[in-house]
């Protein structure tokens, strides 16, 4: 009888072993999601920043130049594949900065994913890299939304590429402005179609805290030193300071012919 129980025990003991290593297993995948996440984004964020400085440095940007110091908002993808939503990849990843409209301070970044559409710019299939500006208030609105559709929910138009083009952009009224360069080449790029979803899961994997679009711009709740280098580069282009540029801790400076918000209270987008 005793060696009937002694052979259950044995059973049971190793059983509830994996049990429990399985379950131990599993509370870690978690761990391990949000690790991979927070490197994704932080790779994104250093792929966004080479992106901006090759815009910024190439002779026939003139017009990106001279737009991109009245953004309210910059939106960055280092690399979008044409066809790769085809395979759920969604076209490919974003991050989005915001000028406070109260100190000039660029804010941010908040991740997106971005695709589902026929971009206007024939790529074949090769990978591109696409920067959107947000120019009007309406238009870093939309893309504090968890998902937004460019030209049906926000106006959007393609910019103007090459020496001399800056002058056309004198009496050019619309909520954000598209560029891109693909093979080496710039252009404007018709995005009409494209759909615009925030990354909850690198957001939050970013921060190490569970953090929104709204609450990064408009409430302030949430910052990373490791976003110092995109938001300088972005600054230095726009004008403006970074919230960890020390030499500018309360400089203000309002975007190229934006009128000072006459109530001081209401954060960037508020009305």
Do not use: C
Request: without cysteine; aromatic residues 8%; proline residues 4%.
């Amino acid at each position: 009888m005793k060696g009937r129980q002694s052979r259950r025990i044995t059973k049971v003991v190793p059983a509830a072993v994996i049990v429990f290593v399985l379950a131990a297993l599993g509370a870690l995948v978690p761990v391990f999601a949000a690790a991979d996440d927070a490197m994704n984004a932080r790779h994104l964020v250093e792929r966004a920043q080479q992106t901006l400085e090759t815009f910024s440095q190439a002779r026939e940007m003139d017009a990106f130049r001279n737009l991109v110091k009245s953004a309210r908002g910059v939106f960055i993808a280092p690399q979008i594949l044409k066809g790769a939503f085809i395979v759920g990849a969604a076209g490919g990843s974003g991050v989005f900065v915001v000028r406070d409209s109260l100190t000039g301070r660029w804010l941010g970044p908040a991740f997106y994913t971005i695709g589902e559409a026929s971009f206007g710019f024939q790529i074949g299939g090769s990978a591109s890299e696409v920067v959107l500006l947000a120019m009007t208030d309406r238009g870093v609105n939309a893309l504090l939304e968890s998902s937004i559709k460019l030209g049906a929910d926000v106006g959007v138009a393609a910019g103007p590429v090459g020496m001399g083009a800056a002058a056309s952009t004198e009496n050019l009224s619309v909520d954000i402005v598209s560029f891109l360069r693909s093979k080496g080449l710039f252009g404007g790029i018709s995005v009409d179609g494209a759909v615009v979803k925030t990354r909850s899961d690198w957001n939050d994997a970013y921060y190490g805290v569970i953090v929104t679009p709204v609450d990064l711009f408009r409430k302030r709740i949430a910052g990373n030193p490791h976003s110092a280098g995109l938001l300088a580069v972005v600054s230095r282009m726009a004008g403006g300071s970074s919230p960890f540029d020390r030499s500018m801790p309360n400089q203000e400076k309002k975007p190229e012919g934006v009128d000072k918000p006459a109530d001081a209270s209401v954060p960037v987008g508020e009305e």
